[in-house]
């Protein structure tokens, strides 16, 4: 049945949804006469969707349109009581999904926390929290129904609206949830639980001051109680204003140096109550006077400069040596903006880096800063995406997918290490990269942009040189330090005197027991995980390999298990080959696993750790590396790409990089540039105070011409050497790239589609130049087959709108056809 014909009054609304599935285009759901008065654009309501599926909406518009040709369904219930996304993120998400080729949807299902997602998977729990009173007057009979059926179990909605007996229980749930009786979560997720806090005062009778005056006289005896109320009293000053007893002081720190059983006993006695109050999980103190922003002579002269420029354009390119003290100039930079009334965002790549950044942030900033980042509970991040709605938050340290966060103020956007491919999201989509986001969130806010890094990527450094970006250089390193010596220890000549020790260099042994002999610290990189990325048969050759995908198994020797990077299959190491029986499996190649390995056999005595996925796979898990090794506790790290990344160790006197070849060769028109980032920023972890520091390099071909630039430290003369390359093969800067996947299950229909879309391409596209198809490095993953096409658009012919439009279509006609209904094409805007 249709709404043509039907009549409605002026009182019936109708709203425009997202909703979080990949199809591209807004749902038109009708807006209950109940909820005109309550309904906004940017708040959340929850649907049917299909026969079964409930989900969570988001209103991107109101209007009194009635959809021609089906009957819109009624929203279920609204959420918020104001507006979870503003005009700006809706204008941005749109942004978003026209350019990086997706929907709204997959936006939305990107941007949104999970905990500000409902599904018919959401499930309902009692509220830890809630203090249940039969007589309450407060609660229906169905609520008090599921009040009892919640003290036993966790149930799902469908489980829920099934006990009741009744479909719908939206309302039912919120107005529970409004009760703080129970509380809704998702059900792959852990059960939320509030952050709480146990604390101690002093019970009514107490606050009295004449009954605790005869309170001591009863305790007189008793020192270690009367120990325990001293303390308390000295905390918590009731007798100059007994309200403070209210509030009452930590357990934690009334039992610091105190008798827990003294504590317990006052509690028995009815002198002291417990209870439990809910604290915020981001407990910064205020911000502390005794920390200034101390600059250098030359930080100044950069941060003026910075400051400078922004007043002539948007964006400036901080080029700073490793270790040049950029995060006192981005401290300065936020500072000034926070005074100003706006809000800012400190972007870095990675997750490793937020532990010592929030430290020195936060004696900084206080209270005004969030986190956010992956690592982070589904609850901790909607506490940040709702501290910045209601203000609390001016200012967030956070990862690639902050840049959704609903700013309403945003005056600074600094992008720290802003050469870093883990910018770049790969899957699912959107496919986005967050510095060149930061870029148009900045024009959308009216917005400033700083980009920090210590080897600028091509295409930064070259807008730089063309004016576009202006550039600010910090040559020098903070303090007395020096940049380290390179030197290189030649794989080839080694193994040829057999003068290595498993994939240790004599050169670099010598170095490491120098190191440890004086008391200094060592990282080593090494950019593969695992301990060994091949498994094989020494008599008939047989390797491993994953069911999945096109790949060998990387064996993983502490869980004794072979494991794909791709898709997650893992398999036991075999006592012997499946194909011949011999008993001689050799492990083949090196990872961080087996480095740790060896390490702990060439020295015995020093505290060995590792970083890596594996490793780190909590919050706390980069944490606790971390801090053991800033506090020394650790002398040896090894690691992956994470230990290159803005970390600032005073006692590291010597780096480590092995397999430097592999990453240079790899097949990739950025292997080179990304080859020598990495090089360079792991160097820069040693000699960070006033001992020169010592990098040592292992490779095969020591006079390869990137190691020349590594050398000398000449991050300019290196990127104007890359650029004339990419020049030479028109790669970007001087291109734009769509990289398109074809991917089926079936081998034989995966290169007939990708073969005939890309003449379809050549036929109906002009002027773009198309690479392809051909099968990937890793032509197989998770059961599908791989193709890929690549496109090279010129950056001035103004026609990249036109083309994403004829690649859709064409996209949308091919899928069409009854072969290839069950293929997917993925298109990859500006691949990393």
């Given at each position: 049945m249709?709404?043509?014909?039907?009549?409605?009054d002026?009182?019936t609304?109708?709203?425009?949804?997202?909703?979080?599935?990949?199809?591209?285009?807004?749902?038109?759901y009708?807006?209950?006469?109940?909820?005109?008065?309550l309904?906004k654009?940017?708040?959340?309501v929850?649907v049917?969707?299909?026969?079964?599926?409930?989900?969570?909406?988001?209103?991107?518009?109101?209007?009194?349109?009635?959809?021609?040709?089906?009957?819109?369904?009624?929203?279920?219930e609204?959420?918020?009581?104001?507006?979870?996304?503003?005009?700006?993120?809706?204008?941005?998400?749109?942004?978003?999904a026209?350019?990086?080729?997706?929907?709204?949807?997959?936006?939305?299902?990107?941007?949104?926390?999970s905990?500000?997602k409902?599904?018919?998977?959401?499930?309902?729990?009692?509220?830890?929290?809630?203090?249940?009173?039969?007589t309450?007057?407060d609660?229906?009979?169905?609520?008090?129904?599921?009040?009892?059926?919640l003290?036993?179990?966790?149930?799902?909605?469908?489980?829920?609206?099934?006990?009741?007996?009744?479909?719908?229980?939206?309302?039912?749930?919120?107005?529970?949830?409004?009760?703080?009786?129970?509380?809704?979560?998702?059900?792959?997720?852990?059960?939320?639980?509030?952050?709480?806090?146990?604390?101690?005062?002093?019970?009514?009778?107490?606050?009295?001051k004449?009954?605790?005056?005869?309170?001591?006289?009863?305790?007189?005896s008793?020192?270690?109680?009367?120990a325990?109320?001293?303390?308390?009293?000295q905390?918590?000053p009731?007798?100059?204003?007994?309200?403070?007893?209210?509030?009452?002081?930590s357990?934690?720190q009334?039992?610091e140096?105190?008798?827990?059983?003294?504590?317990?006993?006052?509690?028995?006695?009815?002198?002291?109550e417990?209870?439990?109050?809910?604290?915020?999980?981001?407990g910064?103190?205020?911000?502390s006077?005794?920390?200034?922003?101390?600059?250098?002579?030359?930080?100044?002269?950069?941060?003026?400069?910075?400051?400078?420029?922004?007043?002539?354009?948007d964006?400036?390119?901080?080029?700073?040596?490793?270790?040049?003290?950029?995060t006192?100039?981005y401290?300065?930079?936020?500072?000034?903006?926070?005074?100003?009334?706006?809000?800012?965002?400190?972007?870095?790549?990675?997750?490793?880096?937020?532990?010592q950044?929030?430290?020195?942030?936060?004696?900084?900033?206080?209270?005004?800063m969030?986190?956010?980042?992956?690592?982070?509970?589904?609850?901790?991040?909607?506490?940040?995406?709702n501290?910045?709605?209601?203000?609390?938050?001016?200012?967030?340290v956070?990862?690639?997918?902050?840049?959704?966060?609903?700013?309403?103020?945003?005056?600074?956007?600094?992008?720290?290490?802003?050469?870093?491919?883990?910018?770049?999201?790969?899957?699912?989509?959107p496919?986005?990269?967050?510095?060149?986001?930061?870029?148009?969130?900045?024009?959308?806010?009216?917005?400033?942009?700083?980009?920090?890094?210590?080897?600028?990527?091509?295409?930064?450094f070259?807008?730089?040189?063309?004016?576009k970006?202006?550039?600010?250089?910090l040559?020098?390193?903070?303090?007395?330090?020096?940049?380290?010596?390179?030197?290189?220890?030649?794989?080839?000549?080694?193994?040829?005197?057999?003068?290595?020790?498993?994939?240790?260099?004599?050169?670099?042994?010598?170095?490491?027991?120098?190191?440890?002999?004086?008391?200094?610290?060592?990282?080593?990189?090494?950019?593969r995980?695992?301990?060994a990325?091949m498994?094989?048969?020494e008599?008939?050759?047989?390797?491993p390999?994953?069911i999945?995908?096109?790949?060998?198994?990387?064996?993983?020797?502490y869980?004794?298990?072979?494991?794909?990077?791709?898709?997650?299959?893992?398999?036991?190491?075999?006592?012997?080959?499946?194909?011949?029986?011999?008993?001689?499996?050799?492990?083949?190649?090196?990872?961080?696993?087996?480095?740790?390995?060896?390490?702990?056999?060439?020295?015995?005595?020093?505290k060995?750790?590792?970083?890596?996925?594996?490793?780190?796979?909590?919050?706390?898990?980069?944490?606790?590396?971390?801090?053991?090794?800033?506090?020394?506790?650790?002398?040896?790290?090894?690691?992956?790409?994470?230990?290159?990344?803005?970390?600032?160790?005073?006692?590291?006197?010597?780096?480590?990089?092995?397999?430097?070849?592999r990453?240079?060769?790899?097949?990739?028109?950025?292997?080179?540039?990304?080859?020598?980032?990495?090089?360079?920023?792991?160097s820069?972890?040693?000699?960070?105070?006033?001992?020169?520091?010592?990098?040592?390099?292992?490779?095969?071909?020591?006079?390869?011409?990137?190691?020349?630039?590594?050398?000398?430290h000449?991050?300019?003369?290196?990127?104007?050497?890359?650029?004339?390359?990419?020049?030479?093969?028109?790669?970007p800067?001087?291109?734009?790239?769509?990289?398109?996947?074809?991917?089926?299950?079936?081998?034989?229909?995966?290169?007939?589609?990708?073969?005939?879309?890309?003449?379809?391409?050549?036929?109906e596209?002009?002027?773009?130049?198309?690479?392809?198809?051909?099968?990937?490095?890793?032509s197989?993953?998770?059961?599908?087959?791989?193709?890929t096409?690549l496109?090279?658009?010129?950056?001035?012919?103004?026609?990249?709108?036109e083309?994403?439009n004829?690649?859709?279509h064409?996209?949308?006609q091919?899928?069409?056809?009854?072969?290839?209904?069950?293929?997917?094409?993925?298109?990859?805007?500006?691949p990393?």
């Open positions: 249709t709404q043509e014909g039907l009549e409605f002026s009182h609304y109708f709203a425009e949804l997202i909703l979080p599935v990949p199809i591209p285009k807004l749902f038109t009708r807006v209950p006469a109940a909820l005109n008065e309904v654009i940017g708040q959340r929850i049917q969707f299909g026969q079964k599926k409930i989900l969570t909406g988001i209103i991107s518009d109101l209007h009194q349109k009635p959809p021609v040709t089906y009957e819109a369904k009624y929203i279920l609204i959420i918020d009581e104001n507006e979870v996304i503003g005009d700006r993120q809706f204008k941005l998400y749109q942004w978003m026209d350019y990086y080729m997706c929907t709204l949807g997959e936006v939305i299902n990107a941007a949104l926390p905990g500000l409902l599904s018919s998977e959401s499930m309902v729990q009692l509220n830890p929290s809630f203090n249940w009173n039969e309450s007057f609660f229906s009979e169905k609520e008090r129904m599921l009040i009892n059926r003290k036993h179990d966790t149930l799902t909605y469908t489980e829920v609206a099934k006990f009741l007996g009744t479909k719908n229980i939206y309302s039912l749930l919120k107005s529970m949830v409004s009760k703080e009786a129970i509380i809704l979560f998702e059900k792959v997720k852990e059960k939320f639980k509030p952050k709480t806090e146990k604390r101690i005062r002093l019970t009514k009778k107490y606050t009295d004449k009954e605790l005056e005869g309170l001591f006289e009863v305790i007189s008793k020192p270690k109680q009367e325990v109320l001293l303390k308390y009293l905390s918590v009731v007798f100059k204003d007994p309200s403070l007893n209210d509030n009452g002081q357990k934690s009334l039992s140096g105190e008798s827990n059983s003294s504590i317990n006993t006052l509690i028995k006695n009815n002198i002291f417990e209870f439990e109050t809910i604290i915020p999980r981001f910064f103190d205020d911000p006077a005794s920390h200034p922003i101390l600059l250098s002579e030359q930080q100044e002269e950069a941060r003026n400069s910075i400051l400078s420029h922004l007043e002539e354009t964006v400036v390119l901080l080029h700073g040596v490793t270790g040049s003290g950029k006192e100039i401290i300065d930079l936020i500072r000034r903006a926070l005074d100003g009334g706006n809000q800012a965002l400190l972007l870095i790549p990675e997750i490793a880096l937020t532990t950044i929030v430290q020195r942030l936060k004696k900084i900033f206080g209270a005004e969030g986190v956010y980042h992956s690592k982070f509970s589904d609850n901790e991040r909607v506490e940040v995406w501290g910045i709605l209601s203000g609390k938050f001016q200012v967030v956070g990862v690639r997918s902050s840049v959704f966060l609903p700013f309403d103020n945003l005056g600074l956007i600094i992008v720290d290490e802003e050469h870093d491919s883990s910018y770049k999201q790969h899957d699912p989509a496919r986005y990269q967050a510095r060149d986001l930061a870029l148009v969130m900045a024009h959308q806010h009216h917005a400033k942009v700083v980009l920090g890094s210590a080897t600028p990527s091509a295409e930064s070259f807008h730089a040189l063309q004016g970006f202006k550039l600010v250089s040559n020098e390193r903070f303090g007395a330090s020096n940049l380290p010596e390179v030197i290189y220890a030649d794989m080839a000549i080694e193994r040829q005197r057999k003068s290595n020790k498993g994939e240790f260099s004599s050169t670099l042994i010598k170095a490491i027991g120098e190191a440890l002999k004086n008391k200094e610290q060592v990282i080593l990189f090494q950019n995980r695992g301990y990325p498994v094989q048969c008599d008939c050759n047989w390797i390999k994953c999945n995908c096109s790949v060998s198994l990387t064996y993983h020797q869980r004794h298990e072979m494991i794909c990077h791709y898709c997650g299959y893992k398999e036991s190491l075999p006592p012997e080959c499946p194909t011949c029986t011999s008993k001689r499996i050799l492990t083949k190649g090196y990872g961080t696993e087996k480095l740790e390995e060896e390490l702990n056999l060439l020295f015995t005595e020093a060995v750790q590792r970083m890596d996925w594996d490793t780190t796979r909590t919050k706390s898990g980069y944490e606790s590396i971390i801090e053991s090794f800033q506090d020394g506790e650790t002398d040896i790290l090894v690691g992956t790409q994470m230990v290159t990344k803005g970390l600032d160790f005073d006692r590291v006197s010597l780096v480590g990089v092995f397999d430097a070849d990453m240079m060769h790899f097949p990739d028109f950025r292997a080179h540039e990304r080859a020598f980032q990495l090089i360079i920023q792991v820069g972890r040693s000699g960070r105070r006033e001992k020169k520091g010592n990098v040592i390099i292992q490779t095969a071909d020591p006079k390869q011409a990137l190691f020349r630039f590594v050398t000398q000449d991050i300019p003369g290196y990127i104007e050497t890359e650029l004339q390359d990419r020049e030479a093969h028109f790669y800067p001087y291109s734009r790239l769509i990289e398109i996947t074809v991917k089926h299950t079936d081998r034989f229909k995966c290169k007939n589609l990708a073969t005939q879309l890309t003449q379809e391409i050549r036929n596209i002009k002027g773009p130049k198309i690479l392809g198809p051909g099968e990937p490095l890793v197989k993953i998770r059961n599908e087959f791989l193709m096409i496109i090279k658009i010129p950056r001035d012919g103004g026609k990249l709108k083309i994403k004829q690649l859709s064409l996209s949308d091919f899928l069409s056809i009854k072969e290839y209904r069950s293929a997917r094409i993925v298109f990859n805007v500006d990393a």
